[in-house]
Nanobody, 122 residues
């Protein structure tokens, strides 16, 4: 059974940086596409970034230029490096395994981690 475990969240001041990690277990990692989404109460899950198994990447307009998604197949891990953080980046960030459909649609993902909280506040 596939398991995804996120870490790296925390409280950071505006303008600060964080690196989130998502470790996958239970299946081959190198041939899967992965995505990061974020969720706040009362809102739908929002696409953040996607990385294909060949390392192609896509970003939402809201984080483009401030976030970098990467992967280390030797560690079964996908990362999300976030810089110049803003209060509106506050959310629970989750990683997911892309299955089928549009990569910016959460319904296209077959598995999710439990998420890690990011709070941007002064």
């Amino acid at each position: 059974q596939v398991q995804l475990v996120e870490s790296g969240g925390g409280v950071v001041q505006p303008g600060g940086s964080l690196r989130l990690s998502c470790v996958a277990s239970g299946r081959t990692f190198s041939d899967i596409d992965m995505g990061w989404f974020r969720h706040t109460p009362g809102k739908e899950r929002e696409f953040v970034a996607w990385i294909g198994w060949q390392n192609h990447t896509y970003y939402s307009n809201s984080v483009k230029g401030r976030c970098t998604i990467s992967r280390d197949n030797t560690k079964n891990t996908v990362y999300l490096q976030m810089t110049s953080l803003k209060p509106e980046d506050t959310a629970v960030y989750s990683c997911g395994i892309f299955y089928n459909g549009f990569f910016n649609n959460p319904s296209a993902y077959s598995a999710w981690g439990q998420g890690t909280q990011v709070t941007v506040s002064s």
